[in-house]
């Protein structure tokens, strides 16, 4: 479960969120007769996750996949 909420921490999460969302407006605003232009909706959700990321809201995957648990380098090791 903890792995499920630190999906909602990172930048790819909320960029396919939105995506996901404005695919939805525009297929119901086809029915009522209005469509988004998609190169405002693109520059509005890239603005807004790279505040999210400044701010230090949301961080950015390196590719390396964590799952959380902190690796010791040093185990095994004496001192």
Known sequence: MKNFFNKF??????VSLSSAVVLLINSIGRIFGFTIENQLVEDLI???AGVLLVL???TMNSGNKDDGEDDND???QDE
């Open 9 to 14: 921490k990172t930048y790819s999460f909320w």
């Open 56 to 58: 230090g809201i949301v």
């Open 46 to 48: 890239l603005s807004f």
């Open 74 to 76: 040093d185990e095994g």
